[in-house]
C-alpha cells in the first residue's frame, strides 16, 4: 500500500505541476471529489482493517510478554528485563502512507462540502468588471443562492432565488467549461437586451444612468468615465470610454453559438433575445469585456453562484470586506 500510495501521490504532482504551467487545464471540483473519494477509501480500510490488525498485534505482544513474565516468575526469576511498551507503541503508530490519506479526509471533506455547497473562493483574473472588481481582488461566492447543485456534473437538486437583473455572477465559461467566469447579469429569459451606441436598452427602455465623474483605472493607468447604472433595484458603478465603441460580431471560437439566431448585429451594436434557461451577461468595463455579446448566453446549468464579498486583496488591503451587488 506505501508503494500504491506513493505512485498516487507522484501522480498529483504532476497533474498539477501541468495544470500550473498550462501544460492542460484542469477541473478542481473533480479534483476534490477524487481527492474526497481516494482519502475515504483509506480512511475506511484504516478504521476498520489496519488500525483493529495493529491493536491486535499490540494485544497479542503484551499477552505473550505477561505469559513469559508467568513463566519465568513459576521458576522463581522475579526480575525480568525488557519493556515492550516503546515497541507497542512502535506497532501502534499510523504509517507515513495512512497519515497523509486517511489522516488527511476529514480535512478534504470539510473543504469538498464547504467549496460545493456554501462558497468557494475566486480570484479576479481580468478588468472587465472594474470598477466593481480590480484584478486581484479575492471574491467569495455563494453556491446556494441559486439552488443546491450536484458537485462536478452542477445539476440543481434544489431550487433557491431566480437570477436577477443586475447579478454579479461566477459561471462555467461556455467557450470552455473547465474555467470560470465572472460578469454581471444583464437580461434574464425573455428579455431583449439592446447595446447601440454604447447604451443599454432593456426591453425597449433604457436603463437608467448619472455620470460620477472621471475612475483612474490603475491597471491600464487611463482615465475613464464612470456612470452609476441601475438595473432592476440594484445600481452599480460602470466604465464607458466616448468614442470607443466597437463592432459587435459573434466571435465564439467554436462557431455559432446556441441560439445565435436571437441576435441581429448592426454597425450601432447588437440586439438580443434571451432565451429560457439563459442569460445574457456583461463586464461592468463596458469596452474592455468580452462577454454575451461576442459568445452569446450563459445557460442555466453554468451557473456557480453568485459572488458578493471581496475577502482579500493583497495589492489593497482597502479592498477587504467590501460587499456589492
Known amino acids: 500500500m506505501s508503494a500504491l500510495t506513493g505512485v498516487l501521490y507522484a501522480a498529483l504532482v504532476a497533474y ?6 498550462g501544460r492542460w487545464s484542469g477541473n478542481f471540483a473533480l479534483l476534490l471529489f477524487i481527492l474526497t473519494t481516494v482519502t475515504l477509501f483509506y480512511w475506511l480500510a484504516e478504521r476498520f482493517h489496519f488500525a483493529p490488525a495493529r491493536r491486535a498485534a499490540a494485544d497479542a505482544l503484551l499477552s505473550n510478554d505477561a505469559k513469559r513474565r508467568e513463566a519465568l516468575a513459576a521458576q522463581g526469576i522475579s526480575r525480568v528485563d525488557g519493556d515492550v511498551e516503546p515497541a507497542r507503541q512502535q506497532i501502534l503508530q499510523q504509517p507515513w502512507w495512512l497519515d497523509w490519506t486517511a489522516g488527511l479526509f476529514p480535512v478534504i471533506l470539510i473543504v469538498f462540502l464547504l467549496r460545493s455547497f456554501l462558497f468557494e473562493p475566486f480570484k479576479i483574473p481580468s478588468g472587465s468588471m472594474v470598477p466593481t472588481l480590480l484584478v486581484g481582488d479575492l471574491i467569495l461566492v455563494n453556491k446556494f443562492h441559486y439552488g443546491i447543485r450536484l458537485p462536478v456534473i452542477n445539476k440543481k437538486i434544489i431550487a433557491n ?38 447604451k443599454l436598452y432593456i426591453n425597449g427602455q433604457p436603463a437608467p444612468v448619472q455620470a460620477q465623474g472621471n475612475f483612474y483605472d490603475e491597471d491600464a493607468r487611463v482615465y475613464r468615465q464612470r456612470f452609476l447604472e441601475k438595473l432592476g433595484d440594484k445600481e452599480h458603478q460602470l466604465l464607458v470610454e466616448p468614442g470607443a465603441q466597437r463592432f459587435f460580431r459573434p466571435d465564439r471560437a467554436d462557431g455559432p453559438f446556441p441560439f445565435q439566431e436571437n441576435c441581429r448585429y448592426t454597425i450601432e451594436g447588437v440586439s438580443c433575445k434571451v432565451p429560457a434557461g439563459h442569460y445574457f451577461m456583461m463586464g ?42
Open 16 to 21: 498539477l505541476g501541468g495544470w500550473y504551467v
Open 161 to 198: 432565488h431566480d437570477v436577477q437583473r443586475g447579478d454579479v455572477m461566477v459561471f462555467r465559461y461556455p467557450e470552455d467549461p473547465s474555467t470560470d467566469f465572472i460578469k454581471r447579469v444583464v437580461g434574464v429569459p425573455g428579455d431583449e437586451i439592446t447595446y447601440t451606441n454604447q
Open 284 to 325: 461592468d468595463n463596458r469596452d474592455n469585456s468580452r462577454d454575451s455579446r461576442f459568445w452569446g448566453f450563459v445557460p442555466d446549468e453554468n451557473i456557480v453562484g453568485k459572488a458578493f464579498l471581496v475577502w482579500m486583496n493583497f495589492g489593497n488591503l482597502k479592498r477587504v470586506g467590501t460587499f456589492f451587488n
